[in-house]
């Protein structure tokens, strides 16, 4: 039973950093690239983050470059994000994202908000 379970999230005021969280079990966790997506109010899901295993290649959404960093700890089969400067526009339900070719998982979200 494949399971991905987001936590961290939070109200948090601009400017401020906040550090997602994903555990994941059912899978062989060092075989998927694991990512990080995020859905606005009233907007498509978009992706923000992802770490592949084997090469340990990082790639970034332009929105977020600079700002947030992707972990992965197989040995624990967690993945984290680390979120700074954050701004009101990362106001989102961030989802954990597990995928190989023809296979794809998600987590249930946790909301961030970035208000004052």
């Known amino acids: 039973h494949v399971q991905l379970v987001e936590s961290g999230g939070g109200l948090v005021q601009p400017g401020g950093s906040l550090r997602l969280s994903c555990a994941a079990s059912?899978?062989?966790?060092?075989?998927?690239?694991m990512a990080w997506y995020r859905q606005a109010p009233g907007k498509e899901r978009e992706f923000v983050a992802s770490?592949?295993?084997?090469?340990?290649?990082?790639r970034f959404a332009d929105a977020v470059k600079g700002r947030f960093t992707i972990s992965r700890d197989n040995a624990k089969k967690m993945v984290h994000l680390q979120m700074n400067s954050l701004k009101p526009e990362d106001t989102a339900v961030y989802y954990c994202?597990?995928?190989?070719?023809?296979?794809?998982?998600w987590g249930q979200g946790t909301q961030v908000t970035v208000s004052s």
């Open positions: 994202n597990a995928y190989q070719t023809g296979e794809r998982y």
């Open positions: 059912g899978f062989t966790f060092t075989s998927y690239t």
């Open positions: 770490h592949t295993s084997f090469s340990g290649a990082t």
